[in-house]
């Protein structure tokens, strides 16, 4: 399984990105896709994700200026992240998770980065 993201990049505090993620291989049809985010120095921690079904979570601090969406005909997920802040700089995973195989996935990172 691979997953390979694109639309990381350097914007202003208050612009907006999407970030774009396409998951290829052999993988169950019931799967939650996702972002997690990784600042420096930082762990790893929970962006959004969705399930197949549409069920969403994201992380508090996101809430209400992150959408996640997905297709799952395509197999892709997007996150589109208005009124960034400098606090949201940091690497970007997409992220595939497989509850029937408990099994997870991770693309390799793209880098965003929010000046003030």
């Known amino acids: 399984v691979q997953l390979v993201e694109s639309g990381g990049g350097l914007v202003q505090a208050g612009e907006s990105l999407r970030l774009s993620c396409v998951a290829s291989g052999s993988f169950s049809s019931v799967n939650r896709m996702g972002w997690y985010r990784q600042a420096p120095g930082g762990q790893r921690e929970l962006v959004a994700t969705m399930s197949t079904g549409g069920s969403t979570n994201y992380r508090d601090s996101v809430q209400g200026r992150f959408t996640i969406s997905r297709d799952n005909a395509k197999n892709t997920v997007a996150l589109v992240m208005n009124s960034l802040k400098p606090e949201d700089t940091a690497v970007y995973y997409c992220?595939?998770?497989?509850?029937?195989?408990?099994?997870?996935?991770w693309g390799q990172g793209t880098q965003v980065t929010v000046s003030s």
């Open positions: 992220y595939l998770h497989c509850p029937l195989s408990s099994r997870n996935y």
